[in-house]
Every structure is written in C-alpha cells, then in structure tokens.
C-alpha cells in the first residue's frame, strides 16, 4: 500500500510560480509511475503531467508543456512539481498518482491517491 500526501498548493498571481511536493510512504516509487491530475471547479479531472521513476522520463499535458516540470527524489521518496508562468485557467485541485498505467494519462490507471492540493491563480 502507498500513501500520498501533497503539499506546497496555495494562492499565487498570474505569471507566478509554485512548487507542488508528493511524498510517499508505505512502499517506495521505484517501480510506479507518478502522475499529477488536477480538477477545477464543475470540470473533470485531467492529466498534468508525469515521470516514470525507473527511467525519469517524463510526459506532460500540451497546456502545461513549457511551464511545468517534475522530478523525483530518490531518497526522499517525493515528487516535486514546479509550476512557472502559472494562468488563471490552471486553477484546480491538484492530486498526485501513483501506479502502472499503459497510457501514462489515464486517470484509471493509477491506483493510488493522495487528498489533493488547491492551487488558486489570480489574475
């Protein structure tokens, strides 16, 4: 069993940046895949972004391409999510993932979830 905790959301002007941290517990990462979702209000929830612990590779969102990155800690088992140029349309409920997904953005595929974190962009 993994548990995830996010933290690091919060209220941040547009153009500004945030930095999202995942920590798990339980289990360690190596073999998962770490996603992260977000959902706005009254809008399902969509993939943001994700690396395979194993190799480091990443693939993210084509609306989040440029702006935002991730990365893992070994150690620390934790995956940090930095945020840049943040827009009013990023505003959501941002939740982290872990799992072995076949398609690295579906949301099905990724079995375990933390409680999310609210990241508000105002404008």
């Known amino acids: 069993q993994v548990r995830l905790i996010e933290s690091g959301g919060g209220l941040v002007q547009a153009g500004g940046s945030l930095r999202l941290s995942c920590a798990a517990s339980g289990r360690t990462l190596t073999n998962h895949v770490v996603g992260w979702f977000r959902q706005a209000p009254e809008k399902e929830r969509e993939f943001v972004i994700s690396i395979i612990w194993s ?8 609306s989040v391409k440029g702006r935002f990155t991730i990365a ?4 620390k088992n934790t995956v940090d999510l ?25 949301s099905s595929g990724y079995n ?9 962009v105002s404008s």
């Open 55 to 62: 190799t480091g590779s990443t693939y993210s969102a084509d």
């Open 72 to 75: 893992r800690d070994n150690g």
């Open 82 to 106: 930095v945020m840049n140029s943040l827009k009013p349309e990023d505003t959501a409920v941002y939740y982290c993932a872990a799992g072995n997904p076949i398609i690295l953005s579906r």
């Open 112 to 120: 375990y979830w933390g409680q999310g974190t609210q990241v508000t």
